[in-house]
């Protein structure tokens, strides 16, 4: 077992010691009244007592105030503003939050492995690969009503957390009934009304879901399920070959065409009412949402290699691509609720397609530097489900109160028909058919999740105006999956002919082709393991807390969290044999303290100083070693079975003054210790680059935020553009700085070396950044809302500066320098307009996104610059029309 000590926790209390006697005469004197307010009865004395404790700061209506805790909140309001279309894009939005991908949020400079997603309090499985942090571009905004990120832990919440914990909270059945339905379309600067590379797929591809054309064919299907290879001999005969190599289906899923790419499009509808009952309010909130947009990406991808002390290209390749994705999104709620009860069913289901083809050709370096092209189509469906059943109860006049959940939630990742069909020069000049580089995939994963957890807590008295709230809870989580990747490709037994090997991909790859002499079907599944593996995850936690006024102003809350966890990835072989790599097991026990003193020392203003420690585990992915090659970077990952957790202490300070209704100004400094952080390398396997994992010795990273909101509104007799409106400013800016620790005599365990310990200085060299921390985040908003002209308009600036995005290759002093990814600078403008049309409310939206063309930029650079994947992203522009009725 281990066992967590929190070092700061005694600095913490013999600090609220010391400044207790003082705060002990902070009282606020009372207000005078006028005569009239003591002529007033003594229902309304005792209303100004209220509001002597909202004075007193024992009440305050700004959620960030009401927090124990470091967090930031986005409202409806605020989602509002920006138009984000997601959650991964208005985090983009909080302070040192950066998003990578479009959907995995960094918070300060952490990778998504250290943070957790929660929806209204319960955990989510992901859908992807390379992650267990669910991607949050799956949410759209318009099923939020709000998200809270909290930065500084709290033992109510998993013990997982190292830069912070995303809560997304569903809307909630309304007071007032409501319905709107809303409309949009939008196009992009490099994709729409211009050619791109598409191909048929299915005749239902256009609503997210395949029309049957991706099925497993009948003869493979059996054939994956009798545990044989698939391969002539002694498997198959020539003829059952040839059954199955007739049943792919050809021309619909091979062929690349080109074709004008259309607008975006969107359409969403959302509803609710409350009705009185003999039992209590019932609830009932709809929404849903369909969603078709286009991207195109033109750029390059390179590598590099040392020549001398400077790196060269030695394969530059240009990339095109179009993808078309498809989201459905449905949200369906029941509530009942009484003066002391409440119960919520909350289901969500999002269904993500994407549907992508695209073409790379130039030198390579495998190829001797002669020109190659390979042409690509992929159809990805991600699908995520989630059902939650929630209440919330109070007893004895609120003093006592037990709050529990329970949900089911279940993710997959179906990837049919995965094509690759390379093409090399000939004699010609001309591009033929390479058979010897061709690839048919299936791959599929399925993720499934059971939470439960229930919190008490019971509320005692200090005084009457001071109180102390005493919790207990525990929670359960079992996280299961599984992943299986079939390989498959044709070889030419008798060899082409010229004219076979310069003719089109779906006349090559005919039934009258695929006779066991021209060409011929066979499997190159991995073997031992490397193609299939069974996840899971177990953690059983119980946790104590007190929140306490301990003196007047002083808040303290203090708890610890007991986690009992247990991890397994068991690679699986799909032909029977035992697999060479152990299953992994990490079976481990901690107390996880933290603690938070709030002190509200002014009227308006409070500091926090809060201490914690947390952990970090391995994503499934990360350990299971198996190959999986990344489309949107195109890079092959293989995880490691000797990865360990991360242990982590977070340290908090921040002041905060809230000086008006939705107005601040705070400032705050964080320090984090890292013990085995999970890093990512890139290994050299023959001619072939991988991205792996190992856990690097140590590490540290500390930074310091700051964030503002301000109002300004001007007198009428202004001019009557800027009197008739309330201006808004509000920016956030994050500093950051880490740095990776190695000393001479530590070791790794990689899989390269087969778990022998290793030097870690060849891997990872000492002093150098944490990967995906930037060293600087900065947001600003100016804006302007007019209540006459029912208008809100908003300029919106973010800056993420560079970033290390995987170490790179070699060891020791012939390591190259590491991949960098450099966001730079987005800027975007959104205008909102609500108006009346025969007799109807309406509402029109209007988008820009991206003007500056930043374009997506990722690099290594010694003596030369190396794109190792750099495209441009275009500017966007959208336009929605809403209905309420």
Do not use: C
């Not at 299953?583 to 481990?588: L, V």
């Not at 890093?679 to 935020?705: C, H, K, M, W």
Request: charged share 20%.
């Amino acid at each position: 077992m281990k066992k967590l000590s929190l070092t700061l926790t005694g600095v913490l209390l013999a600090t609220s010691a010391l400044i207790a006697p003082g705060l002990a005469h902070a009282q606020t004197a009372p207000v005078a009244q006028t005569p009239a307010q003591q002529a007033q009865p003594a229902a309304e004395d005792q209303a100004t007592d209220v509001e002597e404790i909202v004075v007193l700061g024992r009440y305050i209506p700004e959620p960030n105030r009401e927090s124990p805790e470091v967090a930031a909140f986005l409202t409806s309001e605020d989602l509002q503003r920006t138009g984000d279309s997601n959650a991964a894009a208005a985090l983009t939005r909080v302070t040192g939050l950066s998003v990578v991908e479009g959907r995995f949020i960094y918070v300060r400079g952490l990778g998504e492995r250290y943070s957790s997603a929660l929806l209204n309090g319960s955990p989510l499985p992901s859908p992807e690969p390379l992650q267990r942090v669910v991607p949050l571009d799956l949410f759209p905004s318009s099923i939020l009503e709000g998200v809270t990120v909290q930065k500084t832990y709290s033992v109510n919440y998993p013990g997982e957390f190292g830069g912070g914990v995303i809560d997304l909270q569903t809307i909630d059945a309304p007071s007032e009934p409501f319905f709107n339905l809303s409309t949009g379309i939008s196009g992009n600067t490099e994709t729409t009304a211009k050619e791109g590379l598409i191909y048929f797929g299915s005749r239902t591809d256009f609503l997210g879901f395949d029309d049957g054309t991706r099925d497993v064919p009948g003869p493979l299907a059996l054939a994956f399920a009798s545990g044989n290879r698939v391969q002539a001999g002694p498997n198959y005969t020539d003829v059952q070959m040839r059954r199955i190599g007739q049943s792919l289906v050809n021309a619909p899923l091979r062929l690349l065409q080109r074709e004008e790419t259309p607008v975006d499009f969107s359409l969403s509808a959302a509803g609710g009412f409350s009705n009185e009952t003999p039992i209590g309010t019932l609830g009932v909130v709809l929404s849903a949402g369909y969603d078709n947009a286009w991207s195109t990406r033109n750029g390059f991808q390179e590598e590099g290699q040392f020549s001398g002390s400077d790196l060269v290209v030695v394969t530059s390749k240009a990339v095109e691509s179009t993808r078309n994705d498809v989201q459905l999104n449905l949200l369906g709620g029941l509530s009942l609720s009484n003066l002391d009860h409440e119960l919520r069913w909350t289901n969500f289901y999002v269904r993500n397609t994407s549907k992508e083809a695209r073409s790379q050709e130039g030198p390579d370096f495998d190829a001797g530097g002669s020109p190659i092209r390979d042409d690509y189509t992929e159809y990805f469906v991600r699908q995520l489900f989630s059902s939650q059943l929630a209440g919330e109860h109070a007893f004895a006049d609120g003093a006592f109160e037990i709050d529990w959940r329970a949900a089911y939630a279940s993710t997959s990742r179906d990837a049919p028909y995965e094509t690759r069909f390379g093409y090399g020069i000939n004699a010609a000049g001309n591009y033929a058919h390479d058979i010897n580089r061709n690839l048919i995939s299936f791959s599929e994963l399925n993720d499934e999740l059971f939470s439960a957890g229930a919190d008490f807590r019971y509320t005692l008295a200090l005084s009457d105006y001071r109180e102390a709230v005493f919790s207990l809870g525990f929670a359960h989580l079992d996280n299961s999956r599984d992943s299986e990747r079939r390989d498959l490709r044709f070889i030419s037994p008798g060899g082409l002919t010229a004219d076979q090997r310069e003719s089109r991909v779906d006349f090559l790859f005919s039934d009258f082709n695929i006779n066991g002499t021209t060409l011929q079907l066979e499997e190159i599944t991995g073997s031992n393991g490397a193609s299939a593996y069974d996840a899971e995850l177990t953690v059983n936690a119980v946790y104590g807390q007190v929140e306490a006024e301990i003196v007047p102003l002083v808040n303290l809350t203090v708890g610890v969290r007991y986690e009992d966890g247990e991890q397994t990835v068991s690679p699986r072989d799909l032909f029977g044999a035992a697999a060479p790599f152990r299953s992994t097991g990490i079976e481990e026990q901690y107390w996880l303290p933290a603690a938070t003193v709030t002190w509200n020392f002014a009227e308006d203003m409070q500091l926090r100083l809060a201490a914690s420690q947390t952990i970090g585990r391995p994503q499934f992915r990360e350990l299971a070693p198996q190959s999986y090659t990344d489309p949107d970077s195109d890079r092959t990952f293989i995880g490691n079975p000797f990865l360990i957790d991360t242990e982590i202490l977070n340290l908090d300070a921040r002041w905060e003054w809230y000086f008006d209704r939705q107005q601040f100004i705070t400032a705050g400094v964080f320090y984090k210790d890292l013990e085995n952080p999970v890093e990512s390398i890139i290994v050299d396997v023959g001619n072939t680059r991988q991205q792996s994992y190992l856990n690097a010795p140590q590490a540290t990273i500390f930074g310091a935020e700051l964030e503002a909101k301000k109002y300004f509104e001007f007198p009428d007799n202004s001019a009557s553009f800027i009197a008739n409106k309330r201006w808004l400013v509000q920016a956030n800016y994050t500093y950051s700085d880490s740095e990776v620790t190695v000393d001479r005599d530590d070791t790794v365990l990689t899989l390269g070396g087969a778990g022998a310990p290793e030097s870690a200085a060849f891997f990872v060299a000492d002093g150098s950044r944490m990967q995906g921390q930037s060293e600087h985040v900065a947001n600003l908003q100016l804006g302007w809302e007019d209540d006459v002209a029912r208008s809100q308009a908003t300029i919106i600036v973010n800056y993420v500066s560079e970033r290390i995005t995987a170490r790179g290759a070699g060891a020791g002093g012939s390591r190259e320098p590491d991949f960098i990814q450099e966001p730079g600078v987005f800027l975007d403008f959104v205008y909102r307009k609500d108006f009346t049309a025969a007799g109807r409310d309406l509402g029109f939206a209007l988008e820009l996104r991206n003007l500056l063309r930043t374009d997506f930029d990722e690099y290594q650079e010694l003596g030369n610059k190396i794109r190792i994947n750099n495209y441009d992203l275009g500017s966007s522009a959208s336009v929605s029309l809403t209905a309420r009725f």
